[in-house]
T-cell receptor, first 113, second 116 residues
Framework: EDKVVQSPLSLVVHEGDTVTLNCSYE??????LLWYKQEKKAPTFLFML????IEKKSGRLSSILDKKELFSILNITATQTGDSAIYLCAVGAGGTSYGKLTFGQGTILTVHP | DAMVIQNPRYQVTQFGKPVTLSCSQT?????MYWYQQKSSQAPKLLFH???????NEADTPDNFQSRRPNTSFCFLDIRSPGLGDAAMYLCATSRDLRLRATDTQYFGPGTRLTVL
């Protein structure tokens, strides 16, 4: 059975701190890893990673994938209160699971002023 | 502008009383998904439609059914809700089953279901 595990489950920091969120996976026929940000509304797409070692960057957020060690990290630098959310990691597979996303349970990030 | 719309945002039903949740999309995407997300848990895929092709996950209870009358709309029917069905129900769409960074799954805001 495909499995995605995120850590930590929750994190409390102050504005300006840097955080690293972890996602490890065991998936047959891995195709891609996606990061989403979920506030009190729809999860919004952040990154999609398919190749090892290539960093994706968007403003203060960046992410990288290690397909050998089966994990990804999401970094947020100079955190702001608006970064408070649940961050979801999901893995897309091929084969009989083509098109499906298996989600981790999420990391709840709280940023205090 | 909202692209994936779910109604209602909050639904309260009684134990055993059928309920229908609605999802519509303005993206003209081929694929529509329904996920169940319980408190502090990962979203779990219930089923998806590729066009009119229905694909049920093996562990989705029979109590959950879905209809897709046209490209834009998809419904989730819970025939006899139990207390354990209380959750957030997320609808998502994608252009195709093959996801790309520019063509991923887009989520609606969810419907939070409470079962009394």
């Amino acid at each position: 059975e495909d499995k995605v595990v995120q850590s930590p489950l929750s994190l409390v920091v102050h504005e300006g701190d840097t955080v690293t969120l972890n996602c490890s996976y065991e998936v047959t026929n891995f195709r891609s890893l996606l990061w989403y940000k979920q506030e009190k509304k729809a999860p919004t797409f952040l990154f999609m990673l398919t190749s090892s070692g290539i960093e994706k960057k968007s403003g203060r957020l960046s992410s990288i994938l290690d397909k050998k060690e089966l994990f990804s990290i999401l970094n947020i630098t100079a955190t702001q209160t608006g970064d408070s959310a649940i961050y979801l990691c999901a893995v897309g597979a091929g084969g009989t699971s083509y098109g499906k996303l298996t989600f981790g349970q999420g990391t709840i990030l709280t940023v205090h002023p | 502008d909202a692209m994936v719309i779910q109604n209602p945002r909050y639904q309260v039903t009684q134990f055993g009383k059928p309920v229908t949740l609605s999802c519509s999309q303005t993206l003209n995407h081929n694929v529509m998904y329904w996920y169940q997300q319980k408190s502090s848990q990962a979203p779990k895929l219930l089923f998806h439609y590729y066009d009119k092709d229905f694909n049920n996950e093996a562990d989705t209870p029979d109590n959950f059914q879905s209809r897709r009358p046209n490209t834009s709309f998809c419904f989730l029917d819970i025939r006899s809700p139990g207390l354990g069905d209380a959750a957030m129900y997320l609808c998502a769409t994608s252009r195709d089953l093959r996801l790309r960074a520019t063509d991923t799954q887009y989520f609606g805001p969810g419907t939070r279901l409470t079962v009394l």
